[in-house]
Structure formats: C-alpha cells, structure tokens
C-alpha cells in the first residue's frame, strides 16, 4: 500500500450518555484504565500496514471538541498528521464525513471514537474488495447495524436499527473503503435521495448505495469489542482492558496502602490508609485518604477522604468527601465537583 492511508474519526456528538462529564470535555478525553479512549482508539492503528504513511481526520463538535481536541493531540501527539473539521449539526456520519471531502482520498478507514476492537490492520496491505466492515454477533442487534451476506460471502446491505433479532452480525463502527472518492459520490447520492433515520444520514446507508453501484465489501469478524459511550460501558471497558494488560501502578507516593490487582495508579497519586482495587484506574496527582475504590475511575487531580467507591466514574478535579464508615457509594461525579456524602 503505497498511498496515504485516511483515518477519519468523528466524534461531534454532544455526549448525552457520558453526562455530566461530556459538559467540560469530549467524551474521547474521558478516562478509561489509565489513558484517555482516544488514546487506546490511537493505540488500535498501530498495525497498520505502513502506519507513518497515514493521515487522520478528526471531526469534532464545536466548543468543546474543536478547542481540547487538537490541543489534546498537539500535546500527547506532537508528530501526528492531523486535520479538524468541525461538524456544526448533528446531521449523522455521512453529514460528517462529507463535511471532510476536501480532506479525503484514496484509501480510508472510518472508526467511532467510542469504539474499542482487537484486530490486526495488517491485512489492508493486500486487500483487493472494496470496503470491508468490522463486525461482531451480539445477542440483541437492535440497537445497532447489522450486515446481511450473500451466500457467496459478499455484503448484500447494511441495515441500520433492525426490528428483528434474526441477523446478529451487529457492524461495530469501523469501515475500511479503497477509494474514498467512490463513498464520497454515495454520499451525495444518499443525500440527494434523502435516506436518513430519525434525521440523520446512516454510513451504512451510504455503503449500500455503493453496493447497490457494484462496489464488493466484505465483513471482518471480531471477538473483541468494547465500547465507551455510555458510564456502564466506559466501566466494563475499564475492568477489561485492566485485565487484558494487567495492573500498571506507578511509585507513587503513600503508606499503608493495599492493591489489588489489576489496577491503574499514576506516580504523581498520593495515598494512604486505603484500599485500592480490583480495577481501579487512579489519575494523575489525586490524594486518597482512609478510602476503598474499586472497579471505579478516578480521573486526574481529584480528592477522596473517607470514602468507599465502587462502579464509580469520578471526574477531574472533584472532591469526595465520604462518611467514613465503610458505606459503599455508587457515584457519577462530572469534573471539579465537590460531593459530600
């Protein structure tokens, strides 16, 4: 593959499940097993075929996205060939990735900023069809897109929010295309048709109408999908992934403190008299006292006293104050926020 491969990654939406930490941040900046998901999504092209020879397209919201996301990726990714666009309404993936035509040709990759996978992107290098999608049976496609195939293996369609439960081969958002150019021209056709849902305009709609012009797309199976768009799914992907690549605990400063592992803990933490896991992702700088956190995310700069923790999403700069006698809380607390239990 000697062209530029495109990484496009939207992620405009305003967060709604992620609340309230989506109110001061984007979600992909939220914590998970130690490092931002953008981070992890980052991590997951890694094995491309020649990953210097790749360009990324972020598509973000406005406010938020458009002023942390590149700052963000100017700071941790200094040497990455970065474009934003910023996508102003929420008109769907299609809307999104037109909005970025100026930016997209040839090959291209699409993937969902809340989409986590185990692959292995080095097939691209000989890959002959036209598309291919990532995807994974699940027990209720509903709430998804899933994939039909042909008896010759071949992607007949693409249906978005299916009503039955007969096809589970649920598409789990990333999409390799050969010719970003052809999806480009699906798009417009798309819109001009006006195929939407819910006023929105679905890419699975747009790689159908492909398919519909004769282009060959293929799935991919996968064993491994994880997801960060929602609290609960963020903290199942934090216990996964700290089981997947065990405890990664820094010297950090504290006495008398129990780990369990697997766990997260950032050497600028302080600690002590507490509990610290199983799966318990610590940020940066954050001072524990007489506490229990675990199966919990506790993001950077925060303060925890006589607290016990668990199932728990714990935003920047907040501050808990527990009641210090073991009392087991569930929380959701959005950044620089002060609870007092």
Not at 132 to 141: F, G, I, Q, Y
Request: contains cysteine; glycine residues 8%.
């Amino acid at each position: 593959m000697t062209e530029t491969m495109k990484i496009v990654i939207p992620m405009a939406g305003w967060g709604t499940r992620m609340r309230p930490h989506t109110w001061s941040k984007p979600k992909p900046l939220v914590s998970v097993a130690g490092k931002t998901s953008l981070e992890h999504l980052l991590d997951m092209f890694k094995t491309l075929p020649d990953p210097e020879n790749t360009e990324y397209v972020f598509i973000v919201g406005p406010y938020l996205g458009e002023m942390q996301i590149p700052a963000f990726i100017k700071e941790h990714y200094p040497k990455l060939k970065a474009k934003y666009v910023v996508q102003h309404e929420m008109k769907g993936q299609s809307h999104a990735l037109w909005l970025a035509r100026e930016h997209l040709t040839g090959p291209m990759i699409m993937c969902f900023s809340d989409t986590l996978m185990e692959t292995d992107f080095s097939f691209l290098a000989k890959e002959e069809s036209d598309g291919v999608a990532w995807v994974m049976p699940v027990e209720d496609p509903r709430r998804f897109g899933v994939a039909e195939e042909g008896s010759d293996g071949w992607v007949i369609r693409f249906i978005e929010k299916p009503q039955s439960m007969d096809n589970n081969l649920v598409v789990v958002g990333c999409y390799y295309l050969k010719s970003a150019e052809r999806l480009l021209a699906a798009i417009d056709d798309q819109m001009k048709r006006g195929v939407m849902l819910k006023n929105e305009y679905f890419l699975t709609d747009a790689i159908s109408i492909m398919i519909e012009g004769s282009a060959k797309v293929r799935t991919q199976k996968i064993s491994s999908w994880l997801d960060t768009g929602t609290i609960d799914a963020t903290l199942n992907t934090n216990k996964i992934l700290l089981e997947k690549i065990g405890s990664k605990v820094g010297k950090f400063k504290g006495s008398n403190v129990n780990v369990i592992e697997p766990s997260a803990i950032h050497e600028s933490a302080e600690i002590s008299n507490s509990t610290i896991g199983p799966f318990a992702s610590i940020g940066a700088n954050c001072k524990i006292e007489n506490s229990q956190i675990s199966e919990s995310i506790v993001e950077a700069d925060c303060e925890i006293k006589d607290a016990a923790l668990t199932r728990s999403l714990v935003g920047k700069q907040a501050t808990i104050k527990g009641r210090g006698d073991g009392h087991v809380s569930k929380l959701n607390v959005g950044d620089t926020s002060q609870v007092v239990l």
